[in-house]
């Protein structure tokens, strides 16, 4: 085996050109997809730091009529209790609810967000400090909050690792309150989904947990559906029996309780329900640059094979000299995987910077992020796909050679070897396959372009352009609430180039609003909580319409005086105006969000749809409360500016400063950011998805090159007899360019099959456009024809070069 490999060096040294050619396409092949797979390990495949994760089961909730939520809704602390005692599947049940908090500083105080969680929320997870303690019984109970326990990440990057803040109080907003820090949690623990907050502006279900509060349900609210809840299985119990008894459960409490009617729990792995937005983009993406391993794996086969078909006669001196099949066999597979090993340990290389890559270009479209690293997975899979593409790829020079006939070879041998029919034929399979795959990698990214280009045409009922956005929270006390906000409005409103100035709680595409249920004049009461109808609020400042060039229908837009002192009012759109009022005017008409035995808000306005949850989604429903009556704790500053508004964040920060120094001021960005954020997976799956098609070609025209390269070569001597017996230069050219437009058009027929069933996985990133879109196959076929053909021009230029003297000299 030693000398094999010691010849195998030797004989890579002696063709240097071939050999790098080789490895590099190997190289990009493994590189690509090795990168992926990064993603993929340090995003959907590293365990949670839970002990034996896949005992953990969220406990989401569903209508029992199969109907879709409206809005998310929790469990009642009263009914997650009785599970708590009654559950025989569970080890044990603990709940949780999300929430977001300020560290006040002097010079501008900072977000954290933390979890509230139960008595057993720890224990459930298997989580450990590793400082100071966890939650003991005496923590938690009614009163303020008077222990919090510290993320390890905030706790790294806030207090710089000082174990000395244990024990210490710190100072935060909301409850006026000074809790001591009792420990700090091991590290890389992140949130759990609390789909009831996942409107809030700082929530970040991806992100690491800042702190953890102990949480006593109140007795006075034990029915209100609040609470996310996770429990433990016990070892055996299956999550089906688990999900049956915990159905007959609900379903008892449901008959006791008018509040508990119409909802069912339905059980899902924790894990699962962390990883579903990275499968939808990753897992697409991992088969994309799958394809492009195997077009590099049929380039490296085909470069071995022809490299093989030169070399025959040396396989056939070395057989007729003593040396056996089986050690012929096993020369050429050392070759091969040596070569393997040498694209392999290439790849990796660039899997390394395409990672970072990756990561610089995929921003929020990937979640967890942060956790992927271009380590040793790496070069695990680098080095596993080079084996996988030795055998692939030197398998089949391999087996000609075990089958070769010595006699047969050293009687035709001529000044080179040539390849015969079979071979050919064999390299044609090889590049049509090929042809077939890039293609359907440029359609995919053909589908995504097109779907970006319809994205861009889209109306979205409002205007992008020059505005500045900046999430603005007054930490101190709700008493300044009011003087904080209209002081910081006049100042910031009379800086220079500033056009409009307003605070609103619902910027579009940032997912904020507050979920509601509403009672609608005009609609039948609701007879179960489940068929009340919900729609998200959002509350603005006087000016805000204006300032998002969003029109009013009619009525009015708010006023100043629209405050805690004025009747109740409210702006919606007209899709709400539509859905509810379809026969008459909107204006003067009145809903309830907390039930008819309250006075009722009067709408005053309807202004025009607007796509602000997702520009791929018709216009939802929408009410917009005046700010000055729905007072929001934390709510975007919104400006639009006559020049670009990221010159204006220096003065902005200065005025909202001089009114008060600690106010929260995070989440700089411009509208047009944030709409490309609201945008990201589509976008890093058009990039990737593009660079892969963009490599998968190259490759490809190498192979169509190499293909009529070597069929010129082989048909050297009749190509000399056709000139000899008159053929023109004309006839020579028509004959190598209709057996080059055969290989590519078959690549092309198969590769629109291929791509109408593989481009059906991208469905969820399209929009407008259909998997087998008529104009981007035959957009895309087109290209590929003519790109392909461009290939064949070298091979053709060759062959009318044929000399027949010189081709029939040997004859």
């Known amino acids: ?147 919090i326990v510290l993320g390890y990440e905030f706790w790294q990057r806030t207090f710089a690792g000082d174990k000395q803040i244990i024990g210490k109080t710190v100072r935060i907003s909301r409850r006026d309150v000074t809790p001591i820090v009792i420990g700090v949690m091991q590290p890389g623990v992140r949130f759990l989904p609390s789909p009831g907050a996942a409107k809030e502006p700082n929530y970040n279900v991806n992100a690491t947990v800042d702190f953890w509060a102990p949480a006593y349900p109140d007795p006075k609210y ?116 040596l070569l393997a090993l040498l694209g392999g340990a290439l790849g990796g290389g660039l899997a390394v910077g395409a ?69 050919r034929r064999l390299l044609q399979g090889v590049t049509i396959l090929q042809t077939a795959l890039t293609l359907a990698l440029l359609v995919g990214a053909g589908l995504l372009i097109r779907t970006m280009v319809k994205i861009a045409a889209v109306p979205s009922g409002y205007s992008t352009s020059r505005i500045l956005t900046m999430s603005v929270t007054e930490v101190q006390s709700s008493s300044t609430w009011g003087s904080f906000h209209r002081q910081a409005l006049e100042r910031v409103a009379a800086l220079p180039g500033v056009q409009y100035a307003a605070f609103a709680w619902g910027v579009p595409l940032t997912g904020n609003n507050w979920p509601a249920t509403l009672e609608i004049e005009g609609q039948p009461a609701a007879m179960k909580e489940s068929e009340k109808t919900a729609l998200p609020l959002r509350a603005v400042t006087p000016d805000y319409f204006k300032l998002m060039s969003m029109a009013l229908i009619e009525g009015r837009e708010f006023r100043s005086t629209d405050d805690d002192k004025a009747p109740a009012v409210a702006i919606v759109n007209k899709a709400f105006a539509e859905r509810y009022f379809p026969q008459g005017n909107v204006i003067g008409r009145k809903f309830w969000p907390n039930g008819r035995d309250k006075p009722g808000i009067e709408i005053v306005g309807e202004i025009a749809n607007g796509r602000t949850d997702d520009l791929t989604q018709e216009a939802s429903l929408e009410v917009y409360l005046p700010l000055w009556q729905a007072n929001a704790f934390s709510k975007h500053l919104v400006i639009r500016s006559a020049g670009d508004p990221r010159t204006m964040v220096a003065a902005v920060e200065r005025e909202l400063r001089s009114v008060d120094p600690t106010a929260a001021i995070e989440n700089v960005k411009t509208l047009q950011q944030i709409r490309d954020e609201s945008l990201s997976s589509r976008t890093f799956a058009m990039h990737l998805l593009t660079g892969f098609s963009a490599l998968g070609s190259l490759l490809t025209l190498v192979g169509i090159y190499g293909v009529l390269s070597l069929s010129v070569a082989s048909r050297r001597k009749e190509l000399a007899i056709r000139s000899a017996m008159g053929a023109q230069q004309t006839d020579i050219r028509k004959l190598i360019f209709g057996e080059g437009f055969r290989l590519i058009a078959s690549g092309v027929i198969a590769g629109v099959v291929l791509a109408i069933v593989l481009s059906r996985v991208l469905k969820s990133f399209l929009f407008e456009v259909q998997p087998g879109d008529p104009a981007t196959l035959i957009a895309v076929g087109a290209l590929c024809v003519g790109v392909g053909l461009l290939a064949c021009w070298a091979p053709v230029r060759r062959a009318t070069k044929v000399d027949p003297l010189e081709a029939l000299r040997y004859e």
Not at 64 to 72: A, H, T
Not at 227 to 237: A, F, H, M, P, Y
Not at 240 to 263: P, Y
Not at 386 to 409: C, E, Q
Request: net charge positive; hydrophobic share 45%; aromatic share 8%.
């Open 355 to 423: 990672v970072k890559l990756f990561k610089a270009i995929a921003g929020h479209a990937v979640p967890r992020l942060d956790g992927v690293t271009a380590g040793w997975a790496v070069l695990v899979w680098g080095i596993g796909a080079a084996v996988l593409a030795a055998f692939v790829a030197g398998m089949i020079p391999a087996l000609r050679a075990f089958r070769l006939d010595p006699m047969d070879v050293l009687k035709s041998a001529g000044p080179k070897g040539t390849a015969g029919t079979g071979e």
């Open 1 to 147: 085996m030693l000398r094999d490999v010691q010849l195998a060096i030797r004989m890579l040294r002696k063709q240097p050109g071939f050999s790098l050619i080789a490895a590099l396409t190997l190289a990009l092949g493994i590189g690509s997809t090795a990168a992926v797979f990064s993603l993929i390990q340090g995003v959907l495949l590293t365990p949670p730091p839970y002990v034996k994760p896949d005992q953990l089961m969220m406990i989401p909730a569903k209508r029992v009529d199969g109907r879709k939520m409206e809005s998310p809704r929790g469990w009642a602390a009263q009914q997650w209790l009785e599970w708590q005692q009654q559950a025989t599947s569970f080890q044990s049940v603990a709940a949780y609810t999300w929430t977001f908090n300020f560290l006040i500083r002097n010079d501008g105080s900072q977000s954290m967000q933390g979890m509230n969680v139960s008595r057993d929320y720890f224990r459930v997870m298997g989580l450990k400090p590793v400082a100071g303690r966890g939650f003991e019984d005496s923590d938690f109970g009614p009163g303020p909050v008077k222990g």
């Open 222 to 337: 034990l029915k209100e559906p609040y609470w996310e809840v996770v429990t433990r299985l016990r070892d055996g119990v299956t999550p089906q029996h688990a999900q049956q008894e915990l159905s007959v459960l609900a379903a008892r409490e449901a008959l006791s309780e008018k509040k508990f009617e119409g909802f069912a729990p339905q059980l899902e792995p924790v894990t699962e329900e962390m990883n579903r937005d990275g499968k939808r983009i990753l897992l697409p993406l991992l088969g994309a640059s799958g394809l492009v391993l195997l077009i590099a794996c049929g380039n490296a086969a085909a470069l071995l094979l022809v490299r093989g078909l030169q070399r025959q006669q040396e396989y056939a001196v070395r057989i007729a000299m003593g040396m056996s099949r089986t050690a012929l066999l096993r020369k050429v597979l050392t070759e091969s995987l």
